[in-house]
């Protein structure tokens, strides 16, 4: 049974059409990859699926369920920059969750429950490698340190789907290799749902169980608005039979290249 339906999904904003019938049947422990060109609504559809946004029309449903209609525990999110607090040292980002838990008022949580939250961080910590940089703020992290943060924050709550928008976008190819390493990792261990928008297509290959192309398959010159993107190509991947796609992945990485 599909995990993650989506159901002619449609976006506009103003009078410009940026999704259409992007319609989808995700299975449960899925790594999805998206990919296509920039401004096509990659973004959008993660933020439809985050909860963050309504679309024009269409719906999301989760596991046979109408989706939330607010971003909630089982949806983490990790973007390319910025999720996590600056002002906040990297214990008291990653405990941070807990205490929203307990107090959404004062974001602070006292006795058993800090300590189960202390103890929560600490071990998460220890799984992204940052344990000996508890005490550090984001400003004086790596970028690689800080993405090794956001998503850890994202992972403390266990949410069954990760929505992850180009977020290894900023890092140095060394970083970048280590960080999805670990991703994949945590996807193996956690058995969550993945979608990450990258604008790597071996990223994508690498990564990805299922890797779905946003394109438009109308255009009208006249009225370049008319006309949202849907999913183009919805290909599943094997990790373990990297020859068979590998046609495909060049005639992609073509494509993309003739477009920019
Ligand atoms: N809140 C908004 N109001 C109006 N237009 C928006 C809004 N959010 C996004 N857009 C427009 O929708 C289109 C799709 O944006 P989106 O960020 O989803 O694209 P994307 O494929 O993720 O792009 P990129 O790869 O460059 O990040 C763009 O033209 C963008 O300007």
């Known amino acids: 049974m599909s995990f ?3 159901r002619q999904i449609a976006v506009s904003y103003g009078d410009a059409l940026i999704l259409e019938r992007v319609s989808l049947e995700v299975q449960k422990g899925a790594f999805v990859t998206i990919v ?22 269409g719906h999301v449903e989760i596991d046979g369920h109408p989706m939330a209609p607010e971003p909630d525990p089982e949806r983490g999110v990790v973007f390319q920059k910025y999720s996590v607090f600056p002002h906040l040292t990297v214990l008291q980002n990653l405990m941070l969750p807990f205490e929203l838990e307990g107090s959404a008022f004062l974001g602070r949580v006292f006795g058993a429950r800090k300590r189960e939250a202390r103890d929560k961080a600490q071990a998460m910590m220890e799984t992204i490698g940052l344990a000996h940089a508890a005490k550090r703020f984001p400003a004086q992290l790596s970028g690689g340190m ?7 924050q994202a992972l403390l709550k266990r949410p069954k789907i990760m929505l992850l928008d180009e977020p290894f976008g900023a890092l140095d190819p060394g970083t970048r290799k280590d960080m999805q390493a670990l991703l994949l990792e945590l996807w193996r261990e956690t058995g969550m749902t993945v979608f990450m928008v990258t604008h790597d297509i ?22 370049p608005n008319a006309y949202g993107a849907t999913v183009t190509y919805d290909l599943p991947l ?13 005639a992609l990485i073509q494509s993309q290249t003739d477009k920019a």
């Open 202 to 223: 071996q990223e994508a290959f690498e990564l990805g169980t299922r890797l779905l192309v946003f394109d438009k398959v109308r255009h009208d010159p006249q009225y």
């Open 36 to 57: 296509g060109a920039s401004g096509c609504g990659k973004s959008t559809f993660l933020r439809i699926l985050l909860g963050q946004e309504q679309p024009s029309s």
């Open 4 to 6: 993650v339906t989506a």
């Open 146 to 152: 800080q993405q090794r943060l956001a998503i850890g």
């Open 238 to 250: 094997d990790h373990g039979e990297r020859k068979k796609t590998a046609a495909i992945e060049a």
